[in-house]
Each structure stands twice: as structure tokens, then as C-alpha cells.
């Protein structure tokens, strides 16, 4: 079964400094892709990174990058140089064409101190 | 230019009384989908449309019904409310089957 996961409810990380927040997935499926959204405590959701499950390179977008590792289903997001408003929970998904659905995880919720 | 826009942004409802969600998208997207948000458990999917006059359940599509009669709408219905409704519903719109999703900005729903 098509699952996500988010291993860390809660992180904390020093203005500035890089963080990483873990994903892992499981489907049967080839194709798919996953996703990252951020959600600040205002409430709407914003896409933030996608990989493809074909995709040889690991996507980047500014501050961002996906640490893709197929073998290991993996797909953990890098922020680099955290900001304070970096702070907002974020959510790793992902979509599939078997079967259509899309899955969200728990969500991993970061404080970013001064 | 709008994007993804949802009706009415927050409601109150008796146990038992219905309602209709509304969501609108103005960027001619085929694909369409209803989230629900409680706490600690993410977004689960609802219902989901891939195109003008078809539906499809979600994970989690007891108790709702929807409606896709035109491209650019997709109505969430709750026919007999209850307290297990309760959450923040969140419509969501994207090009193709594996695409970022663009979301609305949510509906926050307490029944009672």
C-alpha cells in the first residue's frame, strides 16, 4: 500500500544554519512523484519542490533541494540558510498514476530561533 | 488572475443540517481534488475529479458527495452533518495526474 511517512513531528534549527526534514515513501507503483508543501500558521498550503521518480537529478529551487535516494525510498527536504520565516509546518506528498491517489504525511512542524 | 478560490471560508453547522462547499479554479486545470485537514494527521483526499463530469473516492469519501459540472468547479457536499466532520477542508487543483497541486486558501468547518 501507498504510504508517506514523517518521522520528526517537531524540529528546531539556528537562523541560518541548513536543516534537513525526513520523508520516506512506499509504493509499488514506477511512476510517481513526490512532493513537498509548507504550511504557515496562516493556513494556506504552498508548494515548495517536486521530484519524479524518473528524474536522475535531485530537484533544486532556491533554498531548497530534495535529497532523492530511490533505493532507500527516500525523499528528504534540505532547507539551506533557514530563515525566520521558515518556521511553518511542512508536509512531504506524493502522487501516483496507478491507481490515482495522492498521500500527505503527518507533516514535520519547524521552529526557527534567532 | 484568482487561482484557487473556495466558498464560504468558514461555517457552522447543527448535527444533521447540509451544506455545499464550493471551490473555483481559473486556470483551465482537468484535474480537481477535496482534502480534509485534522489535527497531526496531514491532508487526506476526499473525492477527486480528472476532468469535467467525472468523480472518483478518495481515501476517505464517506459521508460526502461531489460534483465536477463544469471544468472550473468542484462542489463538496455534506448531505447529514456530523461532529466527525469537523476539520479544515482544503480544494485543491493541478494540470496532469502528477503535477504540483495549487491550493485553495481552506474552509474551517465545525459541526456541533
Known amino acids: 500500500a501507498q504510504k508517506i ?25 514506477p511512476s510517481y512523484g513526490l512532493f513537498w508543501y509548507k504550511q504557515p500558521s496562516s493556513g494556506e498550503m504552498i508548494f515548495l519542490i517536486y521530484q519524479g521518480s524518473y528524474d536522475q537529478q535531485n530537484a533544486t529551487e532556491g533554498r531548497y533541494s530534495l535529497n532523492f535516494q530511490k533505493a532507500r525510498k527516500s525523499a528528504n527536504l534540505v532547507i539551506s540558510a533557514s530563515q525566520l520565516g521558515d518556521s511553518a509546518m ?7 498514476t496507478g491507481g ?12 526557527v530561533k534567532a | ?10 461555517r457552522v453547522l447543527k448535527t444533521g443540517q447540509s451544506m455545499t462547499l464550493l471551490c473555483a479554479q481559473d486556470m483551465n486545470h482537468e484535474y480537481m481534488y477535496w482534502y ?9 483526499l476526499i473525492h477527486y475529479s480528472v476532468g469535467e463530469g467525472t468523480t472518483a473516492k478518495g481515501e ?7 460534483s465536477r459540472l463544469k471544468k472550473q468547479n468542484f462542489l463538496l457536499g455534506l448531505e447529514s452533518a456530523a461532529p466527525s466532520q469537523t476539520s479544515v477542508y482544503f480544494c485543491a487543483s493541478s494540470p496532469g495526474q502528477i503535477n504540483e497541486q495549487f491550493f485553495g486558501p481552506g474552509t474551517r468547518l465545525t459541526v456541533l
Open chain 2, 60 to 66: 476517505v469519501p464517506d459521508g460526502y458527495n461531489v
Open chain 1, 90 to 96: 511542512y508536509f512531504c506528498a506524493m502522487s501516483h
Open chain 1, 5 to 29: 511517512t514523517q518521522t520528526q513531528p517537531g524540529m528546531f534549527v539556528q537562523e541560518k544554519e541548513a536543516v534537513t526534514l525526513d520523508c520516506t515513501y512506499d509504493t509499488s507503483d
Open chain 1, 100 to 111: 490515482f491517489k495522492t498521500i500527505f504525511g503527518a507533516g514535520t512542524r519547524l521552529f
Open chain 2, 36 to 44: 480534509r485537514q485534522d489535527p497531526g494527521m496531514g491532508l487526506r
Open chain 2, 1 to 10: 488572475n484568482a487561482g484557487v478560490t473556495q466558498t464560504p471560508k468558514f
